[in-house]
């Protein structure tokens, strides 16, 4: 193509498909004529959709951001219309309340030896008292991040300054006693172009860990904006079933789970139905700590000894091509062993590069290259009221989340 016979405009928005977010809105001050067209163009879906492929495609972008949340704690007591006298008035409760997200990433870009990380800093707005710092869970894709806590769910685009509290579930959160949450994940239906989040939990009232209970799932629609409920075909979760944190690979999340035999559990946002998937054989999960990641869009398996020292580590990639029927038998192939390694905690999690990101026994944080078998530091400076929050490979996108108006074909 001779770029000399485009006109003006066709090239802007080529360019500008290329540029992170906030270069994006820079160069509205530059004329009116670049301010109307860059307003147009991040309403058009696919435009949207071309600037999230270009900076996801991007090598010069950055590939690794680590998720930290700032807290400010408040004290509150319950109203009343009358105050009590003060001999009968309870302690005020502490709640860690969100304020901010930092956003870490490498400044050095895709295959960098430098990792030298900046820090960014998004202000939320006054999020619903509910959402308790301490107990929040979050999760990403496509530069929306999800935050949950019981039945307050928040999503945001911290590059388009966009906050989206979603409408309350069906399902009890369990304050009643009917219901008690155990997972939020948040995804992405390609097939639908639709953005869901899944609420997993059990019905009961009990907290024996003996004992089992039924399971109950529901699902939100983005584009519908509304909660319903999907089928569990009988399965059952035990009162804490699920081990460390969900993942989310090809459309479809993995929880680790703990219950009468050692499996996974996996849920599909295309047909909404969820599968058991056994773990490699001869895993002693009594023995050793299991935590899900993904690798080189794999989904993979962290198997150490949590008290060991020095740290083993194997790794297992999933096969995921004899995936069949209500319970899945894929098969696992053992792909490394890391270590032995000192003074290191627990694998955190893959980074894009190949290089596996670790946390040492004093919180730091440690990158291992599995093609060099090297390790480094990784210096991060954080102010004492934020704790790490999750580590992702997070993207700045013009994705909106507003009702409605996403769109990712």
């Known amino acids: 193509m001779i770029w000399c016979d485009v006109p003006e405009e066709v090239l802007l928005e080529e360019i500008f498909s290329w540029l992170p977010p906030e270069s994006l809105f820079r160069f509205k001050c530059v004329s009116k004529s670049w301010y109307a067209l860059i307003n147009s163009l991040i309403k058009n879906p696919e435009f949207v959709n071309k600037h ?16 930290f949340c700032c807290a400010t704690t408040a004290y509150t007591r319950r109203r009343r219309r009358q105050p009590p006298p003060p001999q009968q008035r309870k302690p005020l409760r502490r709640r860690d309340l969100l304020r901010s997200l930092t956003l870490f990433h490498n400044r050095g870009g895709y295959g960098s030896d430098d990792p030298n990380y900046v820090s960014e800093v998004f202000r939320l707005p006054t999020l619903p008292s509910k959402l308790n710092f301490a107990r929040a869970s979050g999760s990403h894709i496509n530069g929306i991040i999800c935050l949950a806590h019981d039945e307050t769910i928040v999503l945001c685009n911290p590059a388009l300054n966009e906050w989206t509290p979603l409408p309350k579930p069906c399902l009890d959160d369990g304050n009643g006693g009917g219901f008690w949450v155990r997972r939020v994940g948040f995804g992405y239906d390609s097939r ?14 009990g907290r024996n860990e003996i004992e089992y209970y039924r399971a109950r799932a529901e699902v939100y629609s983005m584009r519908r904006d509304c909660w319903r409920e999907v089928e569990f075909d009988g399965l059952e979760l035990v009162c804490r079933p699920l081990i460390g944190k969900e993942v989310f690979c090809k459309g479809v999340f993995y929880w680790s789970i703990c219950a009468r035999e050692n ?3 996996s849920f599909d946002v295309f047909d909404e139905v969820f599968r058991w998937i056994p773990l490699p054989n001869n895993l002693l999960v009594t023995e050793e700590e299991v935590k899900l990641t993904v ?3 794999s989904v993979a398996l962290f198997v150490y000894h949590a008290i060991e020292i020095p740290k083993l580590i194997q790794v297992w990639l999933m096969d995921d091509c ?6 899945d038998s894929r098969s696992w192939i053992k792909k490394l062993c890391i270590g032995p390694l000192l003074d290191i905690d627990e694998p955190l999690t ?9 946390k040492t026994k004093d919180e730091g944080l440690i990158l291992f290259n599995v093609c060099s078998q090297m390790l480094r530091n990784l210096t991060i400076i954080r102010s004492l009221n934020t704790i790490l929050f999750w580590e992702i490979s997070y993207v700045k996108s013009l994705v909106s989340v507003a009702v409605g108006t996403q769109s990712r074909s």
């Open 295 to 297: 690798w080189n869009d």
């Open 263 to 265: 499996i996974i559990l």
């Open 350 to 358: 893959f980074l894009k590069n190949d290089e596996l990101l670790l």
């Open 322 to 327: 004899s995936a069949g029927g209500v319970n």
């Open 52 to 67: 999230l492929r270009n900076i996801e495609n991007n090598i010069l972008s950055p590939y690794t951001c680590l998720v």
């Open 192 to 205: 639908a172009d639709d953005y869901k989040v899944v609420r997993l939990g059990y019905e009961g009232f």
